[in-house]
């Protein structure tokens, strides 16, 4: 299966991301992996900068912004890219921190939007 360019940040500067969960490199480094609604298409981001639970949106260092959407979940075209990714940058993904990280940004999600539904 192939991998193609993605259009650039100013044509595309949000994108929506179903199915989605963060992977972490044994680098340090945290990136969206998902399915991206726009292009219908697995994506990877470039790494997470920062992350807004409020919007539920991560920020990363191209620019770009990632909108999360439903629960985190697994795609197998998100994975396919994410293991590609990972072999174009010589690099390993960190599982358990994966995990615990995906975790930890829905939790995050979850509790902004009960305090948003409280207010």
């Known amino acids: 299966m192939p991998v193609w360019p993605t259009q650039t940040v100013d044509e ?7 199915s989605w969960r963060i992977a972490a490199t044994k680098h340090g480094t945290q990136h969206v992996v998902g ?5 219908l298409e697995g994506r ?3 790494a997470i ?3 807004d639970a409020d919007t539920g949106t991560a ?5 770009r ?8 979940g697994w ?4 994975d396919y890219v994410w293991r590609r990714w990972l072999a174009s ?18 939790l995050a999600v979850q509790t902004a939007v009960s305090k948003s539904k409280g207010a």
């Open 59 to 63: 920020f990363t260092t191209s620019g």
């Open 65 to 72: 912004r990632y909108r999360l959407l439903d629960s985190p």
């Open 89 to 106: 940058q010589d690099a390993t993904e960190n599982e358990s921190e994966s995990e615990a990280v995906t975790s930890r940004t829905w």
């Open 49 to 51: 900068e920062r992350f």
């Open 12 to 18: 595309q500067p949000m994108l929506h991301v179903r």
């Open 75 to 78: 795609n197998w075209d998100a």
């Open 35 to 39: 399915y991206c609604v726009e292009n």
């Open 44 to 46: 990877v981001s470039s």
